[in-house]
């Protein structure tokens, strides 16, 4: 497993930010650079401990939950598992490898510029697809929140 890092500064207030990565339009705008062949969502109950998914267009994706929040400066997810085919598989030994893989979001604001620094654990294999998807995601979240 290796932590992949990302900094990218933004002209815009820490809320505003934090919306464009949240909101769901722009969720999808943003996550696009991950699953460029279709649209990404999040369903959330924006508990810590509750569940997140995030899924495909199909509906295939992760389960996760929210470890820590504090809106709009700091989130961070847990990844437990998958969701194949509406079912949820977090005990496979291939899930197992990499359960409890941690994705972070932290904002801090400067004269107006926010700071947002992303975080995410990851299995080799997965780590150019991961690196790619956040550099171009990113530049879409700064596009965005700037507007």
């Known amino acids: 497993m290796k932590t992949l890092e990302f900094t990218k500064e933004i002209k815009a207030s820490t809320q505003k930010v ?16 991950f699953n460029p062949e279709g649209s990404s969502t999040m369903q959330s109950d924006w508990q810590v401990g509750g ?10 994706g992760m389960v996760s939950t929210i470890k820590t929040k504090n809106e709009p400066y700091d989130i961070v997810f847990e990844h437990l598992g998958e ?31 926010t700071t947002l620094k992303a975080s995410v654990q990851v299995d080799e294999e997965w780590a150019e697809m991961m690196n790619n998807g956040f550099k171009v995601g990113l530049e879409t979240v700064r596009t965005l929140a700037e507007q």
């Open 18 to 33: 934090w919306d464009v990565l949240w909101n769901k339009d722009t969720y999808s705008q943003w996550t696009s650079a």
């Open 51 to 60: 569940k997140t998914f995030f899924l495909d267009d199909k509906g295939n």
């Open 83 to 113: 969701v194949m085919d509406g079912k949820e598989d977090t005990s496979s030994e291939r899930v197992k490898s990499w359960a409890g893989s941690l994705e972070a979001y932290h904002l801090s604001e400067n004269n107006g510029i």
